[in-house]
């Protein structure tokens, strides 16, 4: 296949495709790792609230789900996602294991960034009698959000690797198109195009997360 046919055939409804199994999981997998982060780092022995059931329950849900691959979980999940989204196929079925594979290692990042946190900024705070919640907005995420969006990048990324492996499993993409179009056709001409289509796809996502890094450093 020429690049030509590539780009007016195939590589449209694979971007958009692949953005949507990319951003909705991104958007969902954030939420709930945050949650996730705030109450790890909350529950922590030396943390505002500390609670060692809470933390142990939460960090061995996390790190469960952290030790699948994401095919096996994805594989794993069809029951699930069934109920969920009513089919175990295409883009939106993808979105049910890929935000649950995500959601822990988002976790771990921003529990990561929150714990950089200076504690004397922490101490200080308490001592002019900031609430909890203030602490954790206007002191810990403010004083992290660098690191949390350096981590988010690098999840991003790592999510669109996630959305390649779905389309070995019935759903769309760039995925979809290596293994329809280029392997299981033998034409390696639209491999090559996919390759350098995804390249292109981390480049940008990479550049975007480095100006914002930047600019809340």
């Known amino acids: 296949m020429s690049i030509s046919d590539f780009l007016s055939k195939l590589f449209l409804g694979a971007l958009g495709e692949t953005i949507y199994m990319t951003l909705v999981p991104t ?3 954030t939420i709930i790792g945050f949650v996730m982060a705030v109450i790890l780092v909350l529950t922590k022995p030396n943390g505002l609230s500390p609670n060692k059931t809470v933390n142990s329950i939460v960090g061995f849900i996390v790190n469960i789900l952290r030790s699948f691959p ?4 994805m594989i794993a999940m069809i029951p699930l996602t069934r109920i ?3 089919t175990s196929i295409g883009e939106t ?6 935000t649950v594979g995500s959601a822990p290692f988002i976790a771990r990042v921003i529990e990561s960034a929150l714990n950089e946190v200076d ?6 705070a308490r001592s002019f009698g900031a609430t909890k ?6 002191v ?5 959000m660098p690191s949390i969006i350096s981590g988010i990048t690098l999840s991003i990324i790592s999510i669109l690797g996630c959305t390649a492996m779905a389309g070995a499993v019935g759903a769309g993409g760039f995925g979809k198109v290596a293994i329809v179009y280029g392997y299981q056709s033998f034409d390696d001409n639209v491999m090559l195009y996919t390759v350098v289509a995804l390249a292109i796809l981390v480049q940008i996502i990479q550049s975007l997360g480095n100006v914002i890094y930047k600019k809340l450093k």
């Open 119 to 124: 504690e004397g900024l922490i101490e200080a």
């Open 133 to 138: 919640s203030q602490i954790i907005w206007k």
């Open 70 to 73: 994401f095919i096996i979980l």
């Open 27 to 29: 958007v969902l997998a």
């Open 93 to 98: 079925a993808a979105i049910v294991p890929i």
């Open 140 to 144: 810990m995420v403010k004083e992290a």
């Open 84 to 86: 969920i989204v009513g």
